[in-house]
């Protein structure tokens, strides 16, 4: 009977050492991480394999004490495949919570104002923290994904900052970027002022895209969207660069000349009248209100002081005498 008791004694005692001993493991920060540490758990892994993901990825964390802590507490089938940072000082404890709770690393990316789709899908299909679905698809195809209303994708996307998660789609990215840009122009579109020459809420988002392109002054955006406004109202020609721009595509190195003012595109507002039949680039939300709300203005005309600012005239008289001062003694094309 000694024996036994003596023998029971030390299973206890075992059992409390080795009880006390995960304890302390599960608190102890995981050593070797002197930098946050980047990996990534598999769809539909088990606790054991992403234990052992972690591992091959640089954690330095035993896979068998890391699965008897995820069962010993009950948060072994709870855990959520994704890309994880890990910062030192981290305990196995806080690892577990981590995967538990989804904590998953960030990702960012940052869609300019003024950008073109083309510029936008530059940026997208560089970022490496994106998972690329849409690399090989064509633009009516990739608007297709996303569900979107449109087959031309220009304009349809709000320059913003987004954050995601490492590893998700771009897929995802372009539908809440297209989300949030129809937000935008229909909250805009429904307090927008009276009498405006749209039709509709797309061709507000090409005024806007237009106006974009014209100034990078917000203070001036509501007078810029007034001049494009007043010439439609009047039947007249929009005559602005950007768009003769945008129809010349590759043809652009940066400099535009008379012939190209004459040569007629779709978009050259200086043959064809009334709006061009798409956004020229991704407006932003100043550009947006401008477009819907315009200064009050009968200008019809304006041209670059050569400062970033603008010279506004009521009539034809007034933009050549704006002309000669700001850009024919400069040399700069009228």
């Known amino acids: ?29 995981i050593p070797n991480v002197e930098k946050s540490l980047d990996f990534s758990i598999k769809p539909g892994s088990g606790v054991r394999s ?46 577990l919570d981590k995967l538990v709770n989804g904590e998953f ?71 809440q970027a297209h989300m949030l840009q129809l937000k935008k122009l ?32 917000k203070a001036e955006r509501g007078l ?6 007043n010439r439609l109202r009047n039947g007249m020609l929009l005559q602005t660069d950007p768009t003769v721009i945008y129809g010349m595509g590759e043809h652009y190195q940066g400099k535009i000349y ?8 779709p978009y050259n507002t200086y043959t064809r009248a009334g709006l061009p039949p798409t956004p020229i680039a991704l407006p932003g939300l100043a550009s947006l209100t401008a477009a819907l709300n315009p200064a009050q203005s009968d200008a019809l005309y304006f041209v670059a002081r050569g400062d970033g600012s603008s010279h506004f005239s009521d009539n034809l008289s007034e933009h050549n005498r704006a002309v000669n001062k700001y850009q024919r003694n400069s040399g700069a094309k009228p």
């Open 105 to 175: 690393s960030m990702g960012n990316l940052v869609i300019i104002e003024g950008w073109t789709f083309a510029q936008m899908r530059k940026a997208v299909d560089a970022n490496a923290d994106l998972r690329h679905d849409t690399r090989d698809l064509s633009e009516h195809d990739l608007m297709q994904k996303i569900n979107a209303d449109y087959s031309q994708p220009e304009g349809l996307f709000f320059p913003d900052t987004y954050l995601f998660a490492k590893g998700s789609s771009d897929l995802q990215l372009y539908q």
């Open 1 to 29: 009977m000694g024996f036994i008791r003596k023998f029971f004694a030390l299973s206890i005692f075992l059992a409390l050492a080795a009880v006390g001993g995960m304890l302390y493991w599960t608190n102890q920060p």
């Open 50 to 95: 992403a234990a052992r993901q972690m591992q091959a990825a640089g954690v330095d964390v035993s896979p068998l004490l890391f699965e008897i802590m995820a069962r010993a507490t009950g948060k072994a089938g709870k855990i959520k495949a994704g890309s994880y940072a890990l910062e030192p000082g981290k305990t196995p404890l806080d690892l």
């Open 224 to 229: 810029i969207a007034a001049v494009f406004i």
């Open 258 to 265: 008379k012939k190209d003012l004459l040569t007629d595109t």
């Open 186 to 217: 229909n909250e805009a579109w429904n307090s927008k002022a009276v009498g405006l020459p749209y039709k509709t809420p797309y061709e507000a988002l090409i005024m806007a895209s237009i106006i974009e392109k014209e100034t990078g002054q």
